[in-house]
């Protein structure tokens, strides 16, 4: 979650630009820069660290420009120095970039076959380097980016600055937030409306595969198809700055929709994009010595320790045990010295996994915390912190916390499979491309909340709900359950898809919905014969697959939503998105307050 600010001023904008970064702080960041246009022509300060050695340079350099980018980075692609920094140039263009473009190595591949040298390890710098060829071709600045945003693939957000274009700014989003804020005879780019507070009450938020041109007299959009397009300017609130929910209903809307962006983010700290391999913090154990790993959570948090189960015993052969924390700390479980512990918490403080730690620990147990407040007590209190990067998640049910743990798991049991040697090189490769696609996949998955949203109301009707899948789609299907339950208050269960007949097909009938998770994976056979036990008794089943599901399965169902194709591996990221939309939806549909169900509390940290 970089921070990107664009001002088209009437004055000098550099300081306006670095105080607008500032209000970004609390996203992370490692280096921040600047650009500005000086009498037409394009110059960069950037700095390593905090955006106060940023402003040592500008007291020592000023800018003086009335039109100039910045951003604040959180290193992906390359170290985090001054070299990688943003803005990227080149003599004809500087851009910022949050996101990942997935294919940036077989883009500059095809650059540096033209001739083109590169400075910088960044993915970013190919987006730079492909509009200047662009330009180089003949075409317009304009024209340049038109036909370089269909070849970028990922989720990104972009903001581009032209040489000699002194009343011109470009920004263009897909998957992650970008607003436009609008002034009087000034205009300004942000990634946040935050940053855009000191400005502007007036936002329009850009919806993905626009692309906007500004100018000091207002701004043109356009659609991915090239069409204009109009994004509705709305006045915010004072004081609505201090936790937007954008131009969304809901903060948990928000962080569904933030998930392209931050699931980003927790990949680019755990992968080494040029290599293709898991990079992991530095351990004081080696995978391949252990004999058993435990996990603990409660909540989603379990459920993703329940999709990791899956992960480490398939990829890296190293056996599981899980449990909620609740029980774990009560059962006297015997642990032996010297093994490992991952405790999983949004919070970093609920009460219950913290004293499963501190057992493991008294256990002499090694401990590994995956959470998303890192100085937050359970991290204090470990040895080895993975963090998720998923940002405040403000919402009481957790969305991207639940999405980002899960891409920090399966990164851990990547490499720990690499490291007992059940993975090569080649395995690990085609596991880490299937993760860095993730963020894309999960764009496509969030354009289909059209179709989820009119399922919900089918939903809304039920009184129970019954939520199947096989293998890492069972955990799925106890988390649909229970995000149901949280915000809806509609009875849900999660089950395993072949204990249907060991139980739950008594609950069969016509007035009973029933939510399939079935990626067409290894197991996706077994689940169809579930699913015709369900429609030979009446059941009303809604479908989560893909394509090739949607084939093999030909059945009548309520309803199919369509998932993008991916690897079996990284589907529980992907299918999390129309789970999650489905219980938000149905919950909006029947008027509950979304955000702060009753009875719940964001941070469990008592018994």
């Known amino acids: ?60 350099a000023p800018l003086t420009g009335a039109i100039g980018i910045g951003h604040t980075r959180w290193a992906t692609h390359g170290r985090p120095n001054e070299t990688n920094a943003h803005p990227h140039a080149t003599a004809k263009l500087a851009v910022v970039h949050n996101g990942i473009i997935e294919n940036f190595r077989e883009l500059k591949e095809e650059l540096e076959s033209k001739g083109v040298v590169f400075e910088t390890q960044t993915d970013t710098e190919v987006v730079a380097q492909l509009v200047t060829d662009e330009i180089a071709q003949g075409k317009t600045p304009l024209e340049a980016v038109a036909a370089t945003l269909p070849r970028l693939r990922g989720a990104f957000a972009l903001a581009f600055l032209f040489e000699g274009e002194t009343d011109q700014l470009v920004g263009a989003r ?68 201090v936790a937007s929910k954008g131009n969304y209903r809901h903060f948990m809307a928000k962080e569904i929709h933030e998930q392209p962006e931050v699931v980003g983010r927790t990949i680019a700290h755990y992968v080494d994009f040029a290599s293709g391999t898991v990079v992991l913090p530095e351990l004081p154990f080696s995978f391949k010595d252990l004999k058993r790993l435990s996990i603990t959570a409660c909540g989603t948090a379990y459920y993703a320790g329940l999709v990791a189960k899956y992960w480490f015993e398939t990829l890296a052969r190293l056996p599981v045990e899980i449990d909620v924390a609740s029980e774990f700390r009560y059962r006297e479980a015997p642990l032996d010295p010297g093994e490992l512990a991952i405790v999983i918490s949004q ?12 057992y493991a620990k008294a256990q002499g147990q ?35 916390a639940f999405t980002c ?50 399922l919900a109301r089918e939903v809304a009707k039920a009184k129970d709900v019954l939520y199947l899948g096989r293998g890492t789609s069972f955990p799925l299907a106890l988390e649909g359950a229970l995000k149901l339950k949280e915000i809806s208050y509609i009875h849900a269960e999660g089950y395993a898809a072949g204990e249907l007949k060991h139980g739950p097909i008594a609950l069969i009938d016509e007035d009973l919905p029933v939510i399939v998770i079935a990626p067409c994976d290894a197991v996706f056979e077994k ?36 998932m993008p194709d991916c690897d079996p591996v990284v589907a529980p990221l992907v299918y999390a998105v129309p789970v999650q939309l489905l219980a938000y939806h149905t919950a909006v549909f029947m008027g509950k307050d979304v955000d702060q169900p009753r009875n719940l509390a964001k941070s469990v940290t008592v018994e």
């Open 366 to 400: 090694h401990i590994l915390s995956v959470v998303n407040v890192p100085t937050s007590t359970i991290a204090r209190d470990s040895a080895i912190v993975a963090p998720t990067l998923a940002g405040p998640e403000i919402g009481v049910a957790s969305t991207k």
């Open 347 to 358: 919070s970093g403080e609920t009460a219950d996994t913290l004293a499963s730690l501190r």
């Open 405 to 454: 743990q899960l891409a920090v798991l399966l990164s851990l049991a990547i490499g720990a499979a690499r490291a007992r040697g059940h993975l090569d090189e080649a395995g690990e490769k085609r596991l880490v491309d299937a993760l860095v696609g993730v963020p894309g996949l999960m764009t496509e998955a969030l354009h289909g909340e059209a179709a989820v949203e009119g």
């Open 527 to 562: 689940t169809v014969s579930n699913m015709q036990e369900v429609a030979a008794r009446g059941g009303r089943i809604l479908l989560i697959t893909d394509r090739q599901g949607v084939a093999q399965s030909a059945m009548d169902t309520l309803g199919t939503l369509v």
């Open 174 to 241: 897909q998957g992650a937030p970008l607003a436009i804020g609008w002034g009087e005879g000034e205009m300004y780019l942000g990634s946040d409306a935050l940053a855009l507070a000191p400005f502007t009450d007036r936002v329009s938020y850009l919806e993905d595969g626009d692309w906007a041109v500004l100018s000091r007299s207002g701004a043109v959009i356009r659609d991915k198809d090239g069409h204009p397009v109009d994004r509705p300017v709305q006045t915010i609130p004072p004081g609505s700055f």
């Open 1 to 60: 979650m970089c921070g990107i600010v664009g001002i088209l001023g009437k004055q000098p904008v550099a300081l306006q630009v670095v105080d607008a970064l500032k209000r970004l702080e609390y996203r992370g960041y490692d280096s921040a820069g600047i650009a500005t246009l000086e009498d037409g022509h394009l110059v960069r300060r950037r700095a390593e660290g905090k955006l106060r050695n940023l402003e040592l340079k500008l007291s020592q």
